[in-house]
């Protein structure tokens, strides 16, 4: 019984360690995965470029809240027009709510005018453990270092109301702007709200 337990906690910390969420201030965890769109996208090849991590699922009333409203494909929009490489990725496994093939994936946000870079389907859920990526949506900002430099809430208004978004400080523009000043981001960590990501 007792060889049991410490063979138990022996492997507590493998098992924590392999889905740990990576640390703001060291290097993001590298991924590669190819776009709805067929293009290959790896985030060591778009080291010189901020990079945005966007988790999403269209059937999320969060997500919905941001794009119904416009707010997301506002900042997404205002985040590209300055050369950030914005990538939404929707890590919902086959059968689970937000879960679509890659055309239909493409419509739904196309038909929402979004303004990402790429749309990713992580159906293994594999890019969205790697990050520790919790809700719908969890935001994660990479300097052009490719150090993790925010990640969490995409503002501090944590309802579904769209009305909030038009008071609510988004952490996410605030984090770009800081870093395109070259100055360390203010606001680094926060807590991320929506619903749980659907691995």
Known sequence: MKSLLLL????IPLTTAAYAAPEVGKPAPEFMANDVDGNHVMLSSLKGKTVVLEWTNPDCPFVHKHYDSGNMQKV???ATADGV???AIDSSAKGKEGN???PE??????DKKSNFSHLLIDESGEIGKL??????????????DGILSYAGAIDDKSGTDKEEVKTA???????????????PVTTSITNPYGCGVKY
């Open 131 to 144: 990050y520790g990526a919790k809700t719908t949506p969890h935001m994660f900002v990479i300097n052009k």
């Open 85 to 87: 490489v914005w990538v």
């Open 8 to 11: 138990t906690l022996a492997l």
């Open 100 to 102: 679509y093939p890659a």
């Open 76 to 78: 997404q929009k205002q």
């Open 105 to 110: 994936l493409k419509k739904i946000y196309t």
């Open 169 to 183: 400080k988004n952490y996410v523009l605030e984090a770009l702007a800081e870093l395109k000043a070259g100055k």
